[in-house]
């Protein structure tokens, strides 16, 4: 915020800033003491007076000011020997030169040994408010910083997380305790320190490395899986990793920024539910295999000459076990993506580029049903970082389901956008709609709508609901509108990729 000290009081900054600035005059001249004194305690500063240097810097030993109006020229011990001492010991401490031998020499050495302005007597009241109001409006962004920087230490310290950021030279720059506690590290304080004296895996060092080092046009998230030993008397623990560099405006690589989750008990839970996955795969998915196959026997006539009545009912049957078979296999998915994404590789994508892919893909398919399937126009790059594979299932069932729910003749038009802070993709049609009881569940497993338009389209009831847990995956959202026998609209909100600062 720019603020204009030349009409704003010195009252009124004072007030904003939430403390009264404690204020020392240095000088051995009693009027200026006297004036100084007078007027910044009427604009509310709190203001002490000391006649020569020693007694200043007696004072400054004492207790703390938040700036100092320091004379250059007094008996004793001189402007620039007190000013040198303030800002060893004091080095948040605005300094101030006031003295009636101004010369450009002066200003030069004042302000190569610390001294925030210069004021030459004889200065008038508006001068020394201006120059109060700049050195407090500079305190208040030194306090706003540290108060970020404090409050941004307390929030990552907090966190059950690990997380580690490292500058260009692999040293590390912050490690919070969560981390520390990971890699079993006793040490209170590591700042400073090359990664390598703590950390021997080289798999996780390589990963950091590979943060550091990427090239300019690149910006990728790394992820991977590090077991780590814990202790003696417990299991090793495993932790997921994601690595990503940390650039300035100009995109130069600064350093890199890691988060460490321990996953040890979902990984032993997701253990549980492939054992079970697998025994059904082995159970069901088989058997079910060997009766198609049987049914496709006697389907080609080779068991036999069948009726037309006869080859109806076995033609529903084969069907109905086909569906049974894809619901296995779309149950197999889900696992994977709910069990796996914690810890999938992730690239810059261009969302339009990946869009038209799909399009392309489903071409034919819409064609077959006359209808017009097409991607609105957009002249930039939209990027965001993710998974490709995954966000090409997201975009890729939203089309396969406007092509299923729609009549012929139809529209499906995709939209990709983007706002301050996320991209978009929006997938609409002219179809069937939703009724609106059924909004609320559309994204719950299993669940299908039911009614006359629909009830000969098959499907297992689990697209959506795969495409809701990639989105979350990938910290975003998905919302539907939609209105009976005019269409429905799916928006998915991501959030675009520039980790920068």
Known sequence: MVTNN????????????????????????????????RLLTQEGCHVEVAENGIKGLAMIEEKHFDIILLDLMM?????????????????????IIITGYATLEHSIETMKKGAFDFLSKPFSPQELRIVISKAIEFIRTLQDIATE?????????????????????KRIALANPAFLKMIGCRKRSVIGHKISEFLTDSRLLDIIDQ??????DTFAEITDEITLPFSKEDNDIIIGVRC????????????????????????????????FVSMVAHEIKSPLNSILMQLNVVLDGLAGELTEKQKEILQRSSDRIKSLTKLSTELLDLSKIESGLINQEREEIDLAELIK???????DKANSKSLHLTMEKTKKEIKIMGNRINLEEVVSNLISNAIRYSPNGGKITILVDEKSDCAKIVVSDTGFGIPKKDLE???????RVKNEQTRYINGTGLGLAIVKSIVGAHNGTIEVVSDKDKGTSFSVFLPKSGYKI
Do not use: W
């Open 6 to 37: 030349k009409k704003k009081p010195i009252k009124t900054i004072v007030k904003d800033v939430f403390f009264q600035p404690r204020v020392l005059v240095v000088d051995d001249e009693v009027r200026i003491q006297k004036a100084c004194h």
């Open 75 to 95: 008996p004793g011990m001189s402007g620039l020997d007190v000013l040198a001492d303030v800002k060893s010991r004091r080095p948040d401490t605005v300094v």
């Open 149 to 169: 920087k404090s409050r941004m230490r307390v929030m990552i310290n907090s966190l059950s997380d690990g997380v580690l950021t490292t500058d260009n030279q």
């Open 211 to 216: 943060a550091i080092h990427q090239p300019e």
């Open 244 to 275: 990503i560099p940390f650039r300035d405006r100009l995109n130069r690589n600064l350093g890199s920024v890691t988060v460490f989750h321990d996953i040890t008990a979902l990984k032993k839970i997701n253990q549980l539910k492939s054992d």
């Open 357 to 363: 892919g799909q399009i392309a893909f489903y071409q």
């Open 441 to 447: 569940h559309i994204f719950d497993r299993f669940f």
